[in-house]
């Protein structure tokens, strides 16, 4: 797991929304990235969104870099498998036997920008949202009963009690001599060996988990008081308006 | 607080979710969804070189956690909340894929529980769960090929590519889900679920069978 994509506490303009509006945002732009095919449009969402990036998540340059590299290098790979494969009709340049459309270079461009912009956009709304508003504006805005909501924190309390299961089984494993071996089937047995009492050392914590949440009255009451609230703020309001405005006017454009 | 606690009626408790459920819920989605995030990686790497028919192969591990829970469990929308659930975390912890993961994960959700309502939640067999990981597979495979731009690449190689998914979504999602689900059955942990209630009765049929 890359720390990019983590929350980061700083003081901007994307770490004041609340999480519903920049769930809005995330789905605008996931529509207008689905809307174009052509590299130019796509250039232009990505740039917006890597701007946005830099100026109302005050997120530096190197930190989106860092997230992001991996993802660029496949990208690379992806675009050149693209240029190769995807028909076209006007030859842009030849390589040796190779053909080189236009269209293609073009249409490959635009899915790797495509790529690339859903990535920056969930990046910038893993570090500017706070996992627990997360699960409050679930529960108070978009009332989702917090018996189902809170099964995210179960979730995320136990990543790092697993992590250190997962080492400590290795450890086991690797004292008695049963270390990484090589070659397809024991590979496919190191699979098995390791992810089978990992997976029964968490079920066997399942139950002593759930009596204690009920010990403490988790599900006995329909609702549930809360320390922090979650609010719209009004410039949230007007950024995720715009936002949806912009997208409806983009899709009625594009129809018709 | 004078909110008087009503106790919740029979019937509604065979189908209501209970406490000790969400949370087998939880971890398994935390399992798969840590373990996604490094075939994440492995993804990337197959996509780059071969494009949407490399990436098949490993697509039936994403729905796993779905279609084991389901199994597990036994009551209606047990597959989608889970995954579902597994789409969130995977974007809090940190998938790079973000809202496709969380989009593809909610689909593969709504298949699996279609698979399994068509038995009406009743039948827990091979046949089943091959169905439950099978249906995992179209949904997100429309909704895949025009995000990505497979519909481009021509027809051959999307057939190729949606009966490798179908393969991998039966071996990989239902039918593993099964093999890893009997076997947590068989080490006694998984007691008070419905899996361990019907296995006994199954066993107990058997027995009489015998005497008799």
Same mark, same amino acid.
């Given at each position: 797991?890359?720390?990019?994509?983590?929350?980061?506490?700083?003081?901007?303009?994307?770490?004041?929304?609340?999480?519903?509006?920049?769930?809005?945002?995330?789905?605008?732009?996931?529509?207008?990235?689905?809307?174009?095919?052509?590299?130019?449009?796509?250039?232009? /969402?990505?740039?917006?969104?890597?701007?946005?990036?830099?100026?109302?998540?005050?997120?530096?340059?190197?930190?989106?870099?860092?997230?992001?590299?991996?993802?660029?290098?496949?990208?690379?790979?992806?675009?050149?498998?693209?240029?190769?494969?995807?028909?076209?009709? &006007?030859?842009?340049?030849?390589?040796?036997?190779?053909?080189?459309?236009?269209?293609? $270079?073009? %249409?490959? /461009?635009?899915?790797?920008?495509?790529?690339?912009?859903?990535?920056?956009?969930?990046?910038?709304? +893993?570090?500017?949202?706070?996992?627990?508003?997360?699960?409050?504006?679930?529960?108070?805005?978009?009332?989702?009963?917090?018996?189902?909501?809170?099964?995210?924190?179960?979730?995320?309390?136990? +990543?790092?009690?697993?992590?250190?299961?997962?080492?400590?089984?290795?450890?086991?494993?690797?004292?008695?001599? *049963?270390?990484?071996?090589?070659?397809?089937?024991? !590979?496919?047995?190191?699979?098995?060996? %390791?992810?089978?009492?990992?997976?029964?050392?968490?079920?066997?914590?399942?139950? $002593?988990?759930?009596?204690?949440?009920?010990? !403490?009255?988790?599900? =006995?009451?329909?609702?549930?008081?809360?320390?922090?609230?979650?609010?719209?703020?009004?410039?949230?309001?007007?950024?995720? =308006?715009?936002?949806?405005?912009?997208?409806?006017?983009?899709?009625?454009?594009?129809?018709? | 607080?004078?909110?008087?606690?009503?106790?919740?009626? &029979?019937?509604?408790?065979?189908?209501?979710?209970?406490? $000790?459920?969400?949370?087998?819920?939880? #971890?398994?989605? #935390?399992? @798969?969804?840590?373990?996604?995030?490094?075939?994440?990686?492995? @993804?990337?790497?197959?996509?780059?070189?071969?494009?949407?028919?490399?990436?098949?192969?490993?697509?039936?591990?994403?729905?796993?956690?779905?279609?084991?829970?389901?199994?597990?469990?036994?009551?209606?929308?047990?597959?989608?909340?889970?995954?579902?659930?597994?789409?969130?975390?995977?974007?809090?912890?940190? @998938?790079? @894929?973000?809202?496709?993961?969380?989009?593809?994960?909610?689909?593969?959700?709504?298949?699996?529980?279609?698979?399994?309502?068509?038995?009406?939640?009743?039948?827990?067999?091979?046949?089943?769960?091959? *169905?439950?990981?099978?249906?995992? *597979?179209?949904?997100?495979?429309?909704?895949?090929?025009?995000? %990505?731009?497979?519909?481009?690449?021509?027809?051959?190689?999307?057939?190729?590519?949606?009966?490798?998914?179908?393969?991998?979504?039966?071996?990989?999602?239902?039918? /593993?889900?099964?093999?890893?689900?009997?076997?947590?059955?068989?080490?006694? #942990?998984? !007691?008070?679920?419905?899996?361990?209630?019907?296995?006994?009765?199954? +066993? &107990?049929?058997?027995?009489?069978?015998?005497?008799?």
């Amino acid at each position: 797991m890359s720390l990019s994509f983590q929350f980061h506490e700083k003081k901007s303009f994307m770490h004041s929304l609340d999480p519903v509006t920049k769930l809005i945002w995330m789905l605008c732009i996931s529509v207008l990235v689905f809307l174009y095919e052509t590299s130019l449009p796509q250039f232009i /969402l990505f740039t917006i969104v890597f701007s946005s990036a830099l100026i109302l998540a005050k997120l530096s340059i190197g930190f989106v870099i860092r997230g992001i590299w991996i993802m660029l290098l496949f990208s690379i790979g992806f675009f050149i498998l693209q240029v190769l494969l995807v028909p076209g009709e &006007n030859v842009l340049f030849t390589m040796g036997p190779l053909n080189i459309y236009s269209e293609s $270079v073009d %249409f490959a /461009l635009a899915i790797t920008l495509r790529i690339l912009t859903i990535f920056t956009t969930s990046l910038i709304f +893993v570090a500017t949202s706070d996992p627990r508003d997360i699960v409050n504006s679930l529960t108070q805005k978009m009332k989702v009963p917090y018996r189902y909501a809170y099964s995210i924190f179960v979730a995320l309390r136990f +990543v790092p009690t697993l992590e250190q299961e997962a080492k400590v089984i290795e450890a086991a494993q690797t004292i008695r001599g *049963v270390g990484k071996q090589k070659g397809l089937k024991n !590979k496919a047995l190191n699979m098995k060996r %390791f992810t089978l009492p990992l997976l029964m050392g968490a079920v066997r914590r399942v139950r $002593v988990t759930a009596n204690t949440m009920e010990a !403490k009255g988790y599900g =006995a009451y329909s609702d549930r008081t809360y320390i922090r609230k979650v609010s719209y703020t009004a410039s949230g309001v007007m950024f995720g =308006a715009v936002w949806c405005i912009t997208t409806v006017y983009l899709i009625v454009e594009r129809i018709i | 607080m004078s909110t008087v606690v009503k106790a919740v009626s &029979n019937s509604r408790k065979m189908k209501r979710l209970t406490t $000790v459920d969400i949370v087998l819920i939880a #971890i398994l989605a #935390i399992v @798969n969804g840590v373990a996604m995030t490094y075939i994440a990686m492995l @993804n990337q790497l197959l996509t780059a070189i071969g494009g949407p028919i490399l990436t098949s192969i490993t697509l039936g591990l994403y729905s796993i956690s779905g279609v084991l829970a389901a199994y597990i469990i036994r009551k209606p929308g047990v597959a989608f909340f889970t995954l579902t659930l597994a789409g969130v975390v995977q974007i809090i912890s940190g @998938n790079p @894929n973000g809202l496709v993961s969380l989009i593809a994960a909610t689909t593969d959700g709504l298949g699996v529980e279609i698979g399994f309502a068509l038995f009406r939640y009743k039948r827990w067999d091979w046949l089943s769960t091959a *169905v439950a990981g099978l249906l995992a *597979v179209p949904l997100w495979f429309i909704v895949a090929s025009f995000w %990505f731009g497979y519909y481009k690449w021509g027809i051959t190689i999307l057939l190729i590519a949606f009966v490798i998914r179908c393969v991998s979504g039966i071996i990989l999602s239902g039918w /593993l889900s099964k093999i890893v689900g009997d076997i947590l059955a068989g080490t006694n #942990i998984l !007691k008070g679920f419905n899996i361990h209630k019907q296995r006994k009765k199954e +066993v &107990n049929k058997d027995e009489s069978h015998y005497s008799a």
